[in-house]
């Protein structure tokens, strides 16, 4: 497929509520099991726990590919957060999960959503990924609608 220059709104929007619906089936999962094990919750959040990231590390690679063929040269290399969901899938996929350099993104963690250094575990929790992904739309509709 060649590269997109642009999404329409309606295209986007349905990005937007399938990653909504994803993230309620976690919290009502989350939830109904944690009424269900009453005194036993403990150990439910004992499993839960290692859960949670290993769903929004895996939901960072879904909204990604939502917008795979995204035109980098429209997305820029300057550190955005287009970049920091590309660089977070591919350290994800080729480093062990581990964030791995890209010489060709300027990628600050200062300025970055999630804050994310080289050489640091990729682990998101809820509240990442919600960051995340409400930076990586804004900048999806600011540069390809």
């Known amino acids: ?59 960072v690679l879904v909204l990604d590919n939502y917008f795979v063929h995204r035109s980098r040269t429209i997305e820029k290399k300057d550190g955005n957060p287009l970049n920091e969901v590309r660089v977070l899938c591919s350290s994800m996929m080729s480093n062990g999960g581990i964030v791995a350099a890209d010489k060709t993104i300027k990628l600050n963690p200062a300025t970055s959503v999630l804050r994310h250094q080289v050489g640091d575990e990729i682990e998101l929790s809820e509240e990442d990924f919600l960051r995340l992904s409400k930076a990586f739309f804004a900048e999806i509709e600011s540069k390809f609608l």
């Open 1 to 59: 497929m060649l590269c997109m220059n642009t999404y329409d709104q309606e295209y986007i929007d349905e990005c937007r509520a399938k990653i909504a619906s994803q993230i309620s089936a976690y919290k009502q999962l989350v939830s109904t099991a944690r009424k269900l094990a009453g005194p036993k919750r403990s150990q439910l959040d004992s499993a839960v726990e290692p859960f949670e990231p290993v769903f929004f590390n895996n939901m």
